[in-house]
C-alpha cells in the first residue's frame, strides 16, 4: 500500500474505514475515518510512506502516541490508538467537527471572546509542560474547535519530552512554523516552555489585532524578524486597546524566555486583572449581590439588544429622543474555587447546577441569562495539583423595564 501514491480513502487500517481526507502536512496525512466497534467517528493521521521508512521519525511519531496518550485533559486532543499496517504508520484521535482556530482570524477580536477561547487553550498547554512535553508547533491552525467553539489543542508531531535523553532530530535543526516561532528555536537551539509562551503570545497578539506580528514574505525573513526585530505595537493595529494590555503580549514575544510569563496562565491572569474593569458592563445603579455588576443600556424596539463595550446611561433628553425600553445587562459571578471542581463531565454539572441556583434568585427580580450556562467561557478554569479545576463561572445576565414616556 502505497500511502503517497494512492488516496486511503474508502480503505481500512486496522477497525478503521477511512472515509475522507481532512488535511495534511509534513508529518502526516489525516482523514476523518469510523470505528464500527464503537460506532463513532474519528481522525486517522497517517505518516507519509517515505516517513514510515526512516526509523528516526518513526520513533518520533510512536513517542507521539504514547507521550499524548498519557494526557487527560478536556482541552488537549484524545489519542485513541497507533498501529502499523503494510507499512504505513497511523495514530487514531478524536474527531472534531468545528474547524480550526485559524479559520476564524484575520480580524481583532473583542477581549471577552479572546478570554473565552485563550484561557482553556492556556491551561491546557499548562497542562502538557507540567507532565514534561513541549508542543514545540502551537498555531491556529493546530487549535481545532468543536461546534460550540471550546478549542483543542492537537497535533503534538513535534512534541518532546523534556527529561528524554534522546534528540530525534539533529542538531542545528530548527522544527515549528516560522510565524510562531520563538527566536531561541528558529536558532536550533532546545526550547522549553518558553518556546510554546512565545507562540501563544503570537496567537494573542493575532487575536486582538487580526495579524501575527512578522508577517514577511519568505520564511527566512519572518526567522529574522523574530530574532532581530521587536513586534510592532499592538496599539497601532488596534487603537481601543491599552497599554497595559500591549504590555501583557510583548512580555510574552520577549525574545528572551526567561523574560517571558511563566505559564500561559499566568498571562492570562495578567488580562484578566486588566480586563476586569474592560470586558463586562460597568456602572452600578441599583443595588445588586456581591457577586453580581451591572450595567444599564436603553436601547429603542428596533436596536439590537447586545450591550456597547462601554456601558451607556442615557439621560435627560427631547422628548422625541426617548426611547421606550430599557435594557439592563450584568454579570452572576460565582466563585468555585472552595467547591474543588474538577475540569471534567462530573464536575462541569456541578459548577452549572450551582450556578443555576444563584440564577434562580435572581429571576424574581426579573433576571434572565443573556447566554446558555453551556457556552464556552463560563466556566473558568485553574489548576491544582490534581489537575485543571473550576474556579468560576461568569454568565451574562439581562432584563428588560418599560421606558417610561415623559408628558406632554
Same mark, same amino acid.
Given at each position: 500500500?502505497?500511502?503517497?501514491?494512492?488516496?486511503?480513502?474508502?480503505?481500512?487500517?486496522?477497525?478503521?474505514?477511512?472515509?475522507?481526507?481532512?488535511?495534511?502536512? +509534513?508529518?502526516?496525512?489525516?482523514?476523518?475515518?469510523?470505528?464500527?466497534?464503537?460506532?463513532?467517528?474519528?481522525?486517522?493521521?497517517?505518516?507519509?510512506?517515505?516517513?514510515?521508512?526512516?526509523?528516526?521519525?518513526?520513533?518520533?511519531?510512536?513517542?507521539?502516541?504514547?507521550?499524548?496518550?498519557?494526557?487527560?485533559?478536556?482541552?488537549?486532543?484524545?489519542?485513541?490508538?497507533?498501529?502499523?499496517?503494510?507499512?504505513?504508520?497511523?495514530?487514531?484521535?478524536?474527531?472534531?467537527?468545528?474547524?480550526?482556530?485559524?479559520?476564524?482570524?484575520?480580524?481583532?477580536?473583542?477581549?471577552?471572546?479572546?478570554?473565552?477561547?485563550?484561557?482553556?487553550?492556556?491551561?491546557?498547554?499548562?497542562?502538557?509542560?507540567?507532565? +514534561?512535553?513541549?508542543?514545540?508547533?502551537?498555531?491556529?491552525?493546530?487549535?481545532?474547535?468543536?461546534?460550540?467553539?471550546?478549542?483543542?489543542?492537537?497535533?503534538?508531531?513535534?512534541?518532546?519530552?523534556?527529561?528524554?535523553?534522546?534528540?530525534?532530530?539533529?542538531?542545528?535543526?530548527?522544527?515549528?512554523?516560522?510565524?510562531?516561532?520563538?527566536?531561541?528555536?528558529?536558532?536550533?537551539?532546545?526550547?522549553?516552555?518558553?518556546?510554546?509562551?512565545?507562540?501563544?503570545?503570537?496567537?494573542?497578539?493575532?487575536?486582538?489585532?487580526?495579524?501575527?506580528?512578522?508577517?514577511?514574505?519568505?520564511?527566512?525573513?519572518?526567522?529574522?524578524?523574530?530574532?532581530?526585530?521587536?513586534?510592532?505595537?499592538?496599539?497601532?493595529?488596534?487603537?481601543?486597546?491599552?497599554?497595559?494590555?500591549?504590555?501583557?503580549?510583548?512580555?510574552?514575544?520577549?525574545?528572551?524566555?526567561?523574560?517571558?510569563?511563566?505559564?500561559?496562565?499566568?498571562?492570562?491572569?495578567?488580562?484578566?486583572?486588566?480586563? +476586569?474593569?474592560?470586558?463586562?458592563?460597568?456602572?452600578?445603579?441599583? /443595588?445588586?449581590?456581591?457577586?453580581?455588576?451591572?450595567?444599564?443600556?436603553?436601547?429603542?424596539?428596533?436596536?439590537?439588544?447586545?450591550?456597547?463595550?462601554?456601558?451607556?446611561?442615557?439621560?435627560?433628553?427631547?422628548?422625541?429622543?426617548?426611547?421606550?425600553?430599557?435594557?439592563?445587562?450584568?454579570?452572576?459571578?460565582?466563585?468555585?474555587?472552595?467547591?474543588?471542581?474538577?475540569?471534567?463531565?462530573?464536575?462541569?454539572?456541578?459548577?452549572?447546577?450551582?450556578?443555576?441556583?444563584?440564577?434562580?434568585?435572581?429571576?424574581?427580580?426579573?433576571? /434572565?441569562?443573556?447566554?446558555?450556562?453551556?457556552?464556552?467561557?463560563?466556566?473558568?478554569?485553574?489548576?491544582?495539583?490534581?489537575?485543571?479545576?473550576?474556579?468560576?463561572?461568569?454568565?451574562?445576565?439581562?432584563?428588560?423595564?418599560?421606558?417610561?414616556?415623559?408628558?406632554?
Amino acid at each position: 500500500m502505497n500511502a503517497e501514491a494512492l488516496s486511503l480513502e474508502g480503505t481500512t487500517l486496522g477497525q478503521y474505514a477511512l472515509r475522507e481526507r481532512i488535511g495534511s502536512g +509534513g508529518m502526516a496525512t489525516v482523514y476523518r475515518a469510523v470505528q464500527p466497534a464503537l460506532n463513532r467517528d474519528v481522525a486517522v493521521k497517517v505518516l507519509p510512506l517515505r516517513l514510515s521508512s526512516d526509523a528516526t521519525f518513526v520513533e518520533r511519531f510512536k513517542q507521539e502516541a504514547v507521550a499524548i496518550a498519557r494526557l487527560r485533559h478536556p482541552n488537549i486532543l484524545a489519542v485513541f490508538d497507533f498501529g502499523e499496517q503494510d507499512g504505513v504508520m497511523y495514530m487514531v484521535t478524536e474527531f472534531v467537527g468545528g474547524g480550526t482556530l485559524a479559520d476564524k482570524l484575520g480580524r481583532p477580536w473583542p477581549p471577552s471572546q479572546v478570554l473565552a477561547l485563550a484561557t482553556p487553550l492556556a491551561a491546557a498547554l499548562d497542562y502538557a509542560h507540567v507532565h +514534561g512535553i513541549v508542543h514545540r508547533d502551537l498555531k491556529p491552525a493546530n487549535v481545532l474547535l468543536t461546534p460550540s467553539g471550546e478549542p483543542i489543542l492537537s497535533d503534538f508531531g513535534l512534541a518532546r519530552l523534556l527529561q528524554s535523553a534522546q534528540r530525534l532530530t539533529a542538531s542545528g535543526a530548527a522544527l515549528g512554523t516560522p510565524e510562531y516561532m520563538a527566536p531561541e528555536q528558529a536558532m536550533g537551539e532546545a526550547v522549553g516552555p518558553a518556546a510554546d509562551i512565545y507562540a501563544f503570545g503570537v496567537i494573542l497578539y493575532e487575536m486582538l489585532t487580526g495579524a501575527v506580528p512578522f508577517p514577511g514574505e519568505t520564511p527566512v525573513a519572518i526567522i529574522l524578524a523574530h530574532l532581530h526585530q521587536p513586534p510592532p505595537p499592538l496599539r497601532r493595529a488596534n487603537p481601543s486597546l491599552s497599554e497595559a494590555t500591549e504590555a501583557v503580549v510583548m512580555q510574552c514575544l520577549a525574545k528572551e524566555p526567561t523574560d517571558r510569563f511563566p505559564s500561559a496562565t499566568a498571562a492570562i491572569q495578567a488580562l484578566e486583572a486588566e480586563w +476586569g474593569e474592560r470586558v463586562g458592563p460597568q456602572g452600578n445603579s441599583f /443595588e445588586l449581590p456581591p457577586s453580581f455588576t451591572s450595567g444599564v443600556y436603553t436601547l429603542s424596539p428596533s436596536a439590537t439588544d447586545t450591550p456597547p463595550a462601554t456601558p451607556v446611561v442615557e439621560m435627560a433628553r427631547p422628548a422625541s429622543q426617548w426611547l421606550e425600553q430599557t435594557v439592563e445587562y450584568g454579570e452572576l459571578r460565582v466563585d468555585l474555587g472552595g467547591e474543588r471542581l474538577l475540569w471534567n463531565g462530573q464536575g462541569m454539572e456541578r459548577a452549572r447546577e450551582l450556578l443555576r441556583q444563584k440564577l434562580e434568585r435572581l429571576r424574581a427580580e426579573g433576571w /434572565e441569562p443573556a447566554g446558555s450556562l453551556r457556552d464556552p467561557g463560563v466556566l473558568r478554569q485553574g489548576m491544582s495539583l490534581r489537575g485543571p479545576t473550576i474556579r468560576a463561572a461568569v454568565l451574562p445576565v439581562r432584563r428588560i423595564r418599560p421606558q417610561p414616556q415623559p408628558s406632554d
